[in-house]
């Protein structure tokens, strides 16, 4: 199993930049997708970005694609959400996840590790 861990939330104003990590244990990190979700209060979790196996694939929601860029690190175990342009509707609980098997990548359902999630409030 694969433990995960974010950190580097905050709160901010808008315009500002974060960049949330996420530390994974194990030593099989590389064969998962991982995948940054969000969930706003009183709102469902709804997908920010994904990064595939080699680092070269990502997909991104049309709210942040041009804002927000997700890496990886597999030597250190790390997976990365560099957010900038920050804006209000961005403040959430933001959740780092992953998978291991084919599914439909902006599904919750679809991943098999979590974690407790990093706060991050974005002030007008």
């Known amino acids: 199993q694969v433990q995960l861990v974010e950190s580097g939330g905050g709160l901010v104003q808008a315009g500002d930049s974060l960049r949330l990590s996420c530390a994974a244990s194990?030593?099989?990190?590389?064969?998962?997708?991982m995948a940054w979700f969000r969930q706003a209060p009183g709102k469902e979790r709804e997908f920010v970005a994904q990064?595939?196996?080699?680092?070269?694939?990502?997909d991104y929601a049309d709210s942040v694609k041009d804002r927000f860029t997700i890496s990886r690190d597999n030597a250190k175990n790390m997976v990365y959400l560099q957010m900038n342009s920050l804006k209000p509707e961005d403040t959430a609980v933001y959740y780092c996840?992953?998978?291991?098997?084919?599914?439909?990548?902006?599904?919750?359902?679809?991943?098999?590790?979590w974690g407790q999630g990093t706060q991050v409030t974005v002030s007008s």
């Open positions: 996840a992953a998978r291991s098997r084919s599914a439909v990548y902006y599904s919750p359902m679809s991943y098999d590790y």
């Open positions: 194990g030593r099989t990190f590389s064969s998962y997708v």
């Open positions: 990064i595939r196996w080699s680092g070269g694939s990502t």
